[in-house]
Structure formats: C-alpha cells, structure tokens
C-alpha cells in the first residue's frame, strides 16, 4: 500500500523559473513545445505543474500509453484503482505517481483539457514476430503521433531525453534519430526545452543513479536560451522519486 501513500500525500510545489517568459513568444507561434526529462527525478512533476500552469498549457502529450488513462481518471476522483495500472510504469516512465498525480490535480483544476498519449508503439507489437522491432520504428510513431495532434491548444509534450536529441547521435553502429529530429523535419520551428540537472539522484528500473555534478548549471532554477527555438531548463537539485521498492 506504500505507492498509495505516496500518491496520496503528494502535491507539486510552486517554484520560480527565472526567464520563462522568454519561452512565451516561440510557444505562441508553434502552440506546441516538446520538454525532455530524464525519468525518476521527483522535481519533473514540479516543472511540468508549473511549465502548465505558467504558459497557460491546456493539453499534454506524454510518452505513455493509452491504457493508463483510466488509472489517472482514478486518481482525479480520488478512487486510486491500482488494479487498473502496471505498477512497474512508476519507476520506468514519464509517468511516475508524482507526475500522475500533478497531471490528476491540473485536470481538477480544469488548466488542463485534453491528454494525448503519445506511445503507442508497444500497444501493437506483434508478440510472435520473428525479428524484433528496431528502436528507431518507436521513434517513427512517437513523432507520426505528435505531428497528428492539432494545434487548437497549447500544447506541452513531454518525453525522456532520449527521444528529444536535437541531433543525430550514433550509437555503436547504429544512427538514433530521435522523435524530436523526426518532428522538425516536417515542423522545423518545433521550440524545445530540455531539463538539465546541478546534482542529484534519481531512480529507474530498480536503481538508484548519481547524477554527476554539473557546476555551471544555475543554483536556481533557470530558463536558458540556446537558440532561437532551443531552451535549457536548469534544476538545480534532484532528488529520486519514491516507490514500493524502496524505504
């Protein structure tokens, strides 16, 4: 019952994100900005409550899957129905019970309109087929899914960083070629805004991970900008989110 608790008892803080307004004009005239986290970081759910609320999103698309809709409908009315999720989304997503929780309370509070659940990939794998999909068809339909949202609202797409490389990174002898490259090839003015980190710990699949230390990132947290389109989010304390699995 510990991850009831834990839902439960969460609320997202209010915090101060020194120059966001500067993120306004680019969000205007896109109506979509893509924000890329790194999972299991407690203060995520603390950015997206205030990125929401501060630039007035009215919908969200997260990297997940449809099926945990009905979990977060639970907790909106307060019945936290963990029959209706598997409990290992917690500690290996987006969607950790702090951020399903934030997302719950925007939805009360009537900031938030619409959920657009981007992941759909493992929604329709084919179990029995012979060779393995390759990571890079994920990649295809997270960004085939965003580009088939409309632009009536503004709208916050929120994935790991992972899926949100600016560029092409080649890995062994592989090209990645993230959602977010895939989205500006066809929306080129897509702004972005990616969460760097001071210090911290966080905690996915089962681990506990030191964050290295990254002294030239602010003390406070900062909105950067890169480029035109580009904007680092500067946090400078992470702490590891909380599940069953640890004390």
């Given amino acids: 019952m510990k991850n009831h608790r834990i839902i439960t008892t969460f609320l997202p803080k209010q915090i101060d994100i020194r120059n966001l307004d500067i993120v306004l004009p680019v969000l205007q005239k896109s109506n979509l900005i893509v924000h890329g986290e790194i999972h299991g970081i407690k203060e995520n759910a603390d950015i997206v409550y205030n990125l929401v609320k501060k630039l007035d999103i009215q919908r969200l698309a997260i990297e997940a899957s449809p099926t945990v809709l009905n979990f977060i409908n639970s907790v909106k009315t307060g019945s936290y129905d963990f029959s209706l999720v598997d409990e290992d989304l ?3 997503s ?11 309370i925007l939805l009360q509070q009537n900031q938030l309109k619409e959920l657009v659940f981007i992941d759909t990939f493992f929604d329709n794998l084919d179990e029995d087929a012979i060779i393995p999909p390759s990571p890079q068809e ?12 409309d632009d009536s609202l503004p709208t916050l797409c929120i994935m790991g960083q992972w899926h949100t490389q600016p560029k092409v990174v080649t ?3 592989t090209r990645h070629k993230s959602a977010l490259y895939r989205l500006r090839k066809t929306k080129p003015n897509v702004p972005f805004i990616h969460n760097i980190y001071r210090q911290g710990e966080l905690f996915n699949d089962g681990k506990i991970i030191e964050l290295p230390d990254n002294p030239a990132v602010s003390s406070c947290y900062e909105i950067v900008q890169k480029t035109d389109i580009d904007f680092d989010l500067h946090v400078p304390e992470a702490t590891k989110i909380i599940t069953m699995l640890k004390s």
């Fill in 90 to 92: 917690f500690d290996l």
């Fill in 94 to 104: 987006v969607l950790s019970l702090e951020m399903i929780k934030t997302i719950a």
């Fill in 138 to 149: 994920r990649e295809e339909q997270l960004a085939k899914n965003i580009l088939g949202i």
């Fill in 171 to 173: 890995d062994g002898g």
